[in-house]
């Protein structure tokens, strides 16, 4: 086993990534290529399929190179991906017949809007615990069918083939031989019920998708089958599929009900592990299957996200321009012992969970004659730290339970003073991984699918020893009243980019 490795595929929004392992869960190598963003319309966002398998298969390669090792060397390959982004193609060529249509892509807003007028969300969430939405993959689906020509034809035909972006990568790695997917992508399609484990007719005839243009659905940890060998050289195990926040939920070492981790990038997305069961929200969250290892039940979890976090930095770097890099938010926050009273509600883009108002703008509350820059910048940092609470007390009151610590990783989390912050916030323990938590989900699934390593407490080992505590340091009186602050002054950007 020592002269074996667990190659990890992170196929993400802008770049596709590959990482080499060792036994001891440590990272021999990395390789990264970005790829082209294109937005044929405002608000639409697609990417080349082809472009996405040839950055992949690129970095693995490149990976595999910079490890030094053969590929013959790598116990088994563990994917994750971008969510809900979908690919059609053509069974028998494997060519796309249209660009992905990619999660953020609002293309099918109106229709979505037309299923909740119609009544459709209450039967769509009790099946697939998700809320009628563009983002999701379903609407997708159904406007590549209607408007590729011939498309609809073709997929009654037998001769198309459908998936998300684990799907795709996957088939190309089969040369065809897998149409497969795993239960944490397809619950993101808003075709899976995520309580029978299958697609669900009512919703395929609801969305007017064939059947037979699906994928199977898989374990997300089991060895589904190998790579062609001319793929890679070798014809490696493919042992693992998780949609990108779940494997970072399975990369923290969340395995058990009640543990959450939360992913602090552009915006951030917070997965509480549910267990078994699968929790209906009251609180404008996402029920989703966290991953089903083997032929073990699945396992749920409750999810909830924010638009604008660490892209509240970006903003004062960018268009304020009171900060010279996103680093320079520690410092220059730090150089104050607090906000000075000032609340910032960065609801550029509207506010996500729990409140999903779209119609929420941004506002800044409480300068005095005194505020300065370092004031506005602690209290950008302490906003993404109140969004997170927020989905806490969400996810709590849906989960009956109260929250004991935090794990977090994203690019936002190097920044101590938020996570200092973050713990004072929330008033529990803020644990920062040393690794990157989504690629290493991908390869813990993949390791232990191959018995590359034993189970989960010898990953709980490997993932243990080297993370960071944050401890709260705030009294819980002073703590409460400054939340109750931060909860007026989001009702003061509620609702505000409407007419009167
Ligand atoms: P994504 O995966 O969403 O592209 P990353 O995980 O790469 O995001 O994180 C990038 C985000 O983190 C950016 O929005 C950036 O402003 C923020 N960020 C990076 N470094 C810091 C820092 N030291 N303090 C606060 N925010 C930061």
């Known amino acids: 086993m020592f002269n074996q490795y667990i190659l990890a595929l992170d196929q993400g929004t802008t770049s596709s990534r590959a990482v080499v392992f060792n036994k001891k869960g440590e990272m021999v190598s990395l ?44 116990a088994a390959i563990g994917i994750t991906n971008q969510r809900e982004t979908v690919v059609l193609w053509d069974r028998q060529t494997g060519n796309p017949l249209h660009n992905a ?53 073709q997929a009654k035909a037998g001769k198309l083939a459908v998936g998300t972006i684990d799907s795709w990568i996957i088939w190309q790695l089969s040369k065809g031989k897998l149409h497969v997917t795993d239960p944490s992508n397809a619950s993101r399609t808003m075709l899976f019920n995520i309580h029978k484990m299958v697609w669900d007719d009512e919703l395929l005839d609801l969305f007017d998708i064939p059947r037979s243009i699906l994928p199977q659905v898989v374990p997300s940890s089991a060895i589904v089958g190998q790579t062609a060998v001319e793929v890679l050289g070798a014809s490696i195990p493919i042992a693992a599929i998780a949609g990108d926040q779940q494997a970072a939920l399975f990369g923290q070492g969340c395995y058990s009900r009640g543990q959450a981790k939360n992913t602090y990038g552009t915006g951030c997305f917070m997965l509480l592990n549910t267990g078994e069961e699968a929790i209906k929200s009251t609180q404008k969250l996402l029920t989703t299957i966290a991953w089903q290892l083997g032929d073990q039940k699945p396992q749920y979890a409750l999810e909830g996200s924010v638009f604008i976090a660490g892209a509240a930095i ?183 980019d409407t007419e009167g």
């Open 101 to 153: 249509i990619v999660w953020q892509c609002r293309r099918t807003a109106s229709f979505c809007d037309e299923l909740r007028a119609q009544g459709h969300q209450d039967s769509i969430q009790a099946k697939t615990g998700l809320l009628v939405d563009a983002y999701f993959s379903a609407s997708k689906i159904r406007w590549l069918l209607d408007n590729v020509p011939s498309a609809r034809e």
């Open 314 to 496: 970006q903003w004062l770097r960018d268009e304020l321009q009171i900060i010279g890099s996103a680093a320079e938010s520690e410092t220059l926050a730090a150089s104050v012992p607090d906000t000075g009273g000032v609340y910032l509600v960065p609801a550029f883009v509207g506010l996500g969970a729990p409140y999903w108002d779209q119609y929420a703008r941004g506002t800044i509350i409480g300068i005095t004659r005194g505020t300065t820059r370092a004031h506005i910048v602690r209290a950008a940092l302490e906003s993404i730290a109140y969004q997170a609470r927020d989905l806490v007390e969400a996810l709590c009151v849906d989960a009956n339970c109260s929250l004991t610590e935090l794990r977090v990783d994203g690019g936002a989390t190097t920044n101590n003073l938020l996570l200092q912050l973050q713990a004072d916030i929330l008033g529990v323990t803020v644990i920062r991984a040393k690794m990157e938590s989504t690629v290493m989900g991908a390869a813990y699934l993949a390791g232990l699918a191959c018995h590359y390593w034993a189970d989960l407490s010898e990953l709980i080992s490997l993932i243990g020893s080297e993370a960071t505590h944050f401890n709260p340091n705030l009294a819980s009186e002073i703590r409460e009243a400054n939340y109750k602050k931060w909860q007026r002054a989001v009702k003061r950007a509620a609702n505000w």
């Open 31 to 74: 390789a990264q290529q970005g790829f082209a963003q294109h937005y044929p319309q405002p608000s639409w966002v697609e990417h080349n399929a082809m472009e996405i398998w040839a950055t992949q298969l690129g970095s693995a390669q490149m990976a595999i190179a910079k490890a030094n090792i053969s590929p013959s060397q790598i």
